[in-house]
T-cell receptor
Framework: RKEVEQDPGPFNVPEGATVAFNCTYSNSASQSFFWYRQDCRKEPKLLMSVYSSGNEDGRFTAQLNRASQYISLLIRDSKLSDSATYLCVVNRPGTYKYIFGTGTRLKVLA | EAGVTQFPSHSVIEKGQTVTLRCDPISGHDNLYWYRRVMGKEIKFLLHFVKESKQDESGMPNNRFLAERTGGTYSTLKVQPAELEDSGVYFC????????????FGPGTRLTVT
């Protein structure tokens, strides 16, 4: 079983739609969680950290469910510019190592 | 503030040749990481420097890979001799000090071994 698992998609949604991605992680001791965004042939860029209490940044909401060991990312009012691959990243406990999911591809259609 | 920079952006070499990738982290970042994405796979950790010291090199594939960070500033990753399976995108990243804090990635070096 992979340490971090994501549905690779693609998710094709119309502009203005709400879309949600989930990611599961296997190490219950994990403490740090992130969503990164990666555009085609570019570097991953931090979208948001994920906190236990959940956090929101504009149209983006991230949540953590420790009991079920998953994190989620909700994007409201999708824009064409949201089209990208969204990477779920978990820090391996006791290390500085990031464990990446394979990414979920999102395509927002006009 | 300048981000993480990497050189070259692309490299095409033949099997058996040597390639050296360079990374300049964000100024003041003690932590420097190398990651790699092989086609169709997830991004995977290679190694971690704190200043000039290797903290964790558990992700290095084999002894054909050598990373250095002399003086604790920029880092190089040498592949010698390169094999076909080394093709992929090599990302460098850096962060300030604490585990779990924000890590900033460079644009990557796309390596193709033919």
């Amino acid at each position: 079983r992979k340490e971090v698992e994501q549905d690779p998609g693609p998710f094709n949604v119309p502009e203005g739609a709400t879309v949600a991605f989930n990611c599961t992680y296997s190490n219950s001791a994990s403490q740090s969680f992130f969503w990164y965004r990666q555009d085609c042939r570019k570097e991953p860029k931090l979208l948001m950290s994920v906190y236990s209490s959940g956090n929101e940044d504009g149209r983006f909401t991230a949540q953590l469910n420790r009991a079920s060991q998953y994190i989620s990312l909700l994007i409201r009012d999708s824009k064409l510019s949201d089209s990208a691959t969204y990477l779920c990243v978990v820090n391996r406990p006791g290390t500085y190592k990031y464990i990446f999911g394979t990414g979920t591809r999102l395509k927002v259609l006009a | 503030e300048a981000g993480v920079t990497q050189f070259p952006s692309h490299s095409v070499i033949e099997k058996g040749q040597t390639v050296t990738l360079r990374c300049d982290p964000i100024s003041g970042h003690d932590n420097l990481y190398w990651y790699r994405r092989v086609m169709g796979k997830e991004i995977k950790f290679l190694l971690h420097f704190v200043k000039e010291s290797k903290q964790d090199e558990s992700g290095m594939p084999n002894n054909r890979f050598l990373a250095e960070r002399t003086g604790g500033t920029y880092s190089t990753l040498k592949v010698q001799p390169a094999e076909l399976e080394d093709s992929g995108v090599y990302f460098c990243a850096s962060s300030l000090g604490l585990a779990g804090e924000k890590v900033y990635f460079g644009p990557g070096t796309r390596l193709t071994v033919t």
